[in-house]
């Protein structure tokens, strides 16, 4: 009678199950890594579209809200017109506007000058808390994007045409302002190329 064997596995058949969970267990954490990547990336282009709709909000109710006002200067005998580019300085639009909002019930006007320029690929909007003298206060300012390459705001006038100055050269002078018919304000981003909004003014 032949001894009675008892059932197990080799140590051969030990290492090949080892070596066979060990690349289990690989491809399972690289898949794990790949999906935790993944929701960072998917994080961060969520807080990049808030920061975009935002900022593109923000720069379309102040077009939406322009306000005839003229600004007048420190000396009190010049003025600046209503809505002016500012090609020769970091400013690209400098604009009055109304309907700003007085959640705290303080005595204060609601019309409020707003400046935007880039500043190292940053987008700032800047307002001061005064209408007049604008040049004689600091601003207030904020960086409302990043990453930006370069903005582009361009004016339509009556001649259906685009301009990027506004008021036009042939009414520097004129006490009168008037409002373009629309603006098309474009964005060169750094993640998303190109993007564009036309804000109606009529």
């Not at 969970?21 to 990336?41: D, R």
């Not at 601003?139 to 582009?152: A, F, G, K, Q, Y």
């Amino acid at each position: 009678m032949q001894p009675r064997r008892h059932g197990g596995f080799t140590l051969i058949e030990l290492l090949v199950a080892i070596a066979i969970f060990g690349v289990i267990s690989m491809l399972a954490l690289g898949g794990l890594n790949t999906i935790v990547t993944q929701q960072a990336i998917a994080k961060q282009q969520m807080i990049r579209l808030g920061q975009l709709q935002r900022a593109m909000r923000l720069i379309m109710d102040d077009f939406a809200q322009l306000n005839p006002r003229h600004v007048r200067d420190v000396l009190g005998q010049g003025t600046e017109a209503p809505l002016i580019t500012d090609t020769l300085a970091d400013n690209i639009v400098r604009l009055s506007r109304s309907g700003w909002r007085n959640p705290v019930p303080v005595p204060r006007g609601t019309l409020q000058r707003v400046q935007y320029r880039l500043e190292e690929d940053a987008l700032i909007r800047e307002y001061w808390l005064v209408m007049d003298s604008p040049l004689g206060s600091e601003p207030r300012s904020e960086t409302i994007l990043e990453d930006v390459n370069s903005i582009e705001i361009e004016y339509l006038g009556d001649g259906a045409q685009w301009s990027t100055q506004w008021p036009p050269l042939s009414q520097l002078d004129t006490a009168t302002f008037v409002f373009p018919r629309a603006v098309r304000i474009r964005f060169d981003l750094a993640a998303w190329g190109e993007i564009e909004r036309i804000v109606d003014l009529l």
